[in-house]
């Protein structure tokens, strides 16, 4: 029997501890960046080029791009779009190039680019997020985007609703991810009313997103699994 | 009202991301470190000094100090002891100074030196550590020594049995001590069984020692809170 591992990473401070050589990373910032992600390429989007600095976003300026710039839950001003998953899904994105930079999920994309594949993951894509892992035979690493590289809930939880779809799967895990379950279990049965313990939330909830949490926090809207392209640098539709 | 703040520190690996000035830091290692410094000082030890690394545990040799040295789970070779709860509390310890360095636990201390005070916290003082926060006023730190600066269960359930006991006594928390009150709340019924999901406890399991999980997992059998004094670098009972 092929030994096959999953672990947690619970924020991308802790990176430098995974081997990522060889492994599947699955990148997770459910507020909401990686949930947009999988919007905007679900709806026409053509290719999201994350980047990690709202200087290196504003240099696709004048070029044809989109850009997408997001900190402390705000849109930059003088951008295009914010992270909202709403902003993802109109006629204005079809066919469109996205330049994307977000608090915790764009700089987490790129300290996972040790690894084999990189894909997209959040509670709208859950299901094809599984059944793609399924399918593969690497080790996998769920990677939470956090905030500022502190855990948070949202996206630890997700990492247990993978886990807890694919343990059976894998003979290696670790002990965040029994916490992860843990928190998913408790969570599933109102996944929404669970996250209004985030902090993530209250700041959002100050910014009048509802809408959006809400949104992010329901699963499997989408049957889509985004891959980040090393070669391009950007995440495209597999 | 005075805002009051307590947060988890998941791993020490992320210890940067906290300000401590001002702070009690609380440094959990419950299987073993933190439970034997407890049991050694409730049972006559008169000092505990704590060391990084083996070499300088071994500085101290032929002083008269007791010599305790534990990596990867168990005792390094012509040391005198390990971190066995068990070799605290004979009659050979009374009276002495203890040098003690383990994988975990001794490393967490020396991180947390920023702090106002650094307190002793494990299950088998969980009551102490608790009244003891409950009677100050300062913002509080549970750092979890972990394993190797990975998250483990015991750790955070801990930390989790302590938010639950103070959170009413705080206006400022993070999502880490949500997670980790998730946590302990699922394993309190039953620790000793939770605690067989731990990579860990699967460690101790091979060198067999489930006496001193056993041991360590059971709560309140010392009412003692133990404190480091960094003028004399050991911890000492209070």
């Known amino acids: ?42 709806n026409g989007v053509k290719e999201i ?11 696709y300026r004048g070029k044809g791009y989109l850009l997408s710039a997001e900190r402390d839950g705000s849109m930059v001003e003088g951008f295009d779009m914010g992270n909202s998953p709403y902003s993802y ?14 608090t915790n999920g764009t700089a987490a994309l790129n300290l996972a680019k040790d690894a084999k594949e990189i894909i997209i993951g959040a509670f709208v894509n859950l299901d094809s997020v599984c059944k ?4 593969k035979s690497e080790d996998v690493v769920l990677l939470c985007a956090g905030w500022k590289n502190k855990f948070n809930l949202e996206d630890t939880a997700f990492a247990g609703a993978v886990y807890q779809k694919l343990k059976t799967e894998f003979t290696v895990f670790c002990d965040s991810c029994v ?41 499997n809207q989408w049957a889509i699994v985004p891959i980040y392209n090393p070669k391009t640098g950007a995440i495209e539709k597999r």
């Open 89 to 102: 899904m109109g006629e204005e994105v079809n066919g469109k190039s996205v330049v994307m930079t977000t």
């Open 132 to 135: 793609y892992l399924s399918e």
């Open 49 to 59: 080029i994350p980047v990690s600095k709202v200087e290196e976003c504003e240099a």
């Open 179 to 219: 916490g992860a379950e843990t928190l998913y279990n408790l969570a599933k049965p109102n996944l929404l009313g669970f996250m209004k313990h985030s902090s993530h939330f209250k700041r959002l909830q100050r910014l009048k997103i509802e809408r959006d949490v809400d949104y992010c926090l329901t699963p």
């Open 1 to 42: 029997l092929q030994e096959r591992s999953i672990e947690v990473c619970l924020t991308p401070a802790l990176i430098n501890l995974y081997d990522l050589t060889g492994k599947i990373v699955v990148v997770i910032d459910v507020l909401r960046a990686t949930s947009s992600i999988c919007v905007g390429l679900a």
